[in-house]
């Protein structure tokens, strides 16, 4: 339920910073999220939502471009603008601290409160941004929090999308917010598969919305930029394959947030860029980018806290030596980029017929089938799908969790290799049960006959994975994208392979009535 144009889902967010809203007296959450994910839509909802006029909710956001100087006369001047009255700006520059200008804030907040309207709602947006190199912003937010919150009810709202930032200054135990006393840290996540059907692209099919998934995920920025007109691959092709969009220059705009400098920049695409769509050693990295191994664990200890990259060992294989860890990538927008556009970008910049989709990417006559990319998409959608329902039950609305009998069970999710001859996509543990589940997921550009149906089936039961010990049972799963022709799903069952459809993946979307 839209409560504006422009805010949709989100309930569950909503309603917990309802909640905070509505405690008394003062209160301190962080909101963290990647770029573009929504964080600042969703609190501008918070203050519409609970009744805060604009005299009473105060956004400030930083800037990436900023020095400390010029962010806080801009602050003072909003802050002036926001209160209606000449203060912070009468101030010589020399004297605007940060410590100035927060009791400032506290004024207009013990003001607010003395007029028995409701408590003054103060937001800083994209904080990494604030938090300059000797800027002592953080520390004055500290002193100031500590000193006002027993005494002033004001809700203050930290809001970043740098992963580094919070590890650094919230997790990290010499960090300096590290320790305060907060209500909240809630973390906004990309929309589920189905919920970008139900708010993106009702009018296009689950095999559409499962391909845009595995481009650009469920970020929401990214998803307007597709358009849900008629023509599917003309809207795809104009939103990422022509020189106007987007998708090209976000690759720096989303990596800046995490990494300082040019030059360390540039490594991490170079490390990225040679992750591949199967995953890479340190050692093959180095080898590839001729970076030094060091250098190589240090740029990817530090992606892999941003969330960019996810560590694997072969699942149930304790981890003994770093030579058997892989690294894959675990954002579907810069695996995108390092496959498709990165590859194809002199033929993008150049395309103005609005046909390079259709030409060079798609490769199937049917479908929507991209050679080196659609096969290993689908696993990522498959991992993120099963493990985003393993850390929360509330998640396993779609059928698949009943085929799998995976309702209410604690059960894990891996992949799994062995000397580069096994490779199986995905397998689920669950001792519940002690059943072990293993997956093999094919994206195709048609449905698939009985003759290579019977193939598939043939490849996943001959694929040995050990289990933890003779009371376990193996179940094996075809997951496909177009489906199987009747004799196919026959050999399937003759052979105990059970098939699941793309369109068993997607959930019920509806949302559940928010109260205002």
Not at 220 to 239: C, H, V
Request: net charge neutral.
């Amino acid at each position: 339920m839209a409560l504006n144009n422009n805010f949709f889902g989100r309930q569950r967010e909503l309603r917990q910073l309802k909640e905070i809203w509505s405690t008394p007296g003062a209160d301190l959450v962080f909101v963290r999220g990647r770029r573009r994910i929504g964080k600042s839509r969703l609190l501008r909802q918070l203050a519409m939502n609970t009744g805060s006029p604009t005299d009473k909710a105060f956004f400030f956001s930083g800037r990436v471009d900023e020095s400390d100087a010029a962010c806080r006369e801009r602050f003072a001047r909003d802050f002036d603008e926001f209160i209606g009255a000449p203060t912070l700006m009468t101030l010589r520059k020399n004297l605007l601290s940060w410590d100035k200008i927060l009791i400032a804030v506290a004024e207009q907040a013990k003001a607010i409160a003395a007029k028995s309207g409701p408590k003054m709602l103060f937001v800083i947006d994209e904080i990494q941004w604030l938090a300059k190199r000797h800027s002592g912003v953080l520390g004055a937010i500290k002193e100031f929090w500590e000193k006002t919150h027993p005494i002033i009810p004001i809700k203050i709202v930290l809001s970043g999308s740098s992963n580094r930032f919070f590890a650094a200054q919230v997790d990290h135990a010499e960090g300096v917010l590290r320790g305060l006393r907060t209500k909240g840290d809630l973390v906004v996540a990309p929309f589920s598969l189905e919920e970008v059907g139900l708010y993106y692209f009702p009018n296009w099919t689950k095999e559409q919305v499962a391909l845009i998934y595995m481009l650009v995920g469920g970020v929401p920025y990214y998803l307007e930029q597709i358009k849900d007109s008629g023509n599917f691959l003309r809207s795809l092709n104009t939103a990422m394959f022509t020189s106007q969009s987007i998708f090209i220059d976000e690759i720096d705009a989303v990596l800046k947030i995490e990494t300082a400098g040019k030059g360390a920049l540039e490594n991490v695409k170079r490390v990225l860029s040679a992750l591949g769509q199967d995953g890479s050693t340190e050692a093959r990295i180095a080898a590839t980018t001729g970076l030094g191994q060091s250098s190589v664990h240090d740029i990817i200890a530090r992606i892999e806290s941003f969330g960019i990259v996810k560590e694997r060992l072969p699942f149930g294989v304790k981890r003994t030596k770093k030579q058997d860890v892989r690294y894959y990538m675990d954002d579907f927008y810069l695996n995108t980029y390092f496959q498709i556009l990165l590859p194809m970008l002199p033929r993008i910049q150049g395309n103005i017929n609005n046909a390079m989709l259709i030409n060079h990417v798609i490769t199937s006559v049917d479908g929507f089938y991209i050679g080196d990319f659609s096969g290993r998409a689908f696993e990522l959608l498959l991992l993120q799908f099963l493990e985003s329902g393993a850390y929360d039950v509330s998640k396993r609305v779609a059928p698949i969790f009943k085929l799998m009998n995976l309702g209410e069970e604690t059960y894990e999710v891996g992949t799994y290799w062995m000397h580069n001859q096994t490779q199986i996509d995905i397998v689920v543990s669950c001792d519940a049960d002690r059943q072990v589940r293993i997956l093999e997921a094919k994206w195709k550009g048609i449905a698939t006959s009985g003759a290579e149906t019977a193939e598939l089936v043939q490849a996943v039961t001959k694929k040995s994975f050990p289990l933890p010990n003779n009371s376990w049972t193996r179940r094996n799963f075809l997951i496909l994208s177009k489906g199987s022709s009747s004799p196919g799903l026959d050999r399937a069952r003759e052979a105990g392979v059970e098939i699941i459809s793309l369109e068993q993946i997607f959930g019920d979307a509806t949302e559940p009535p928010l109260t205002t």
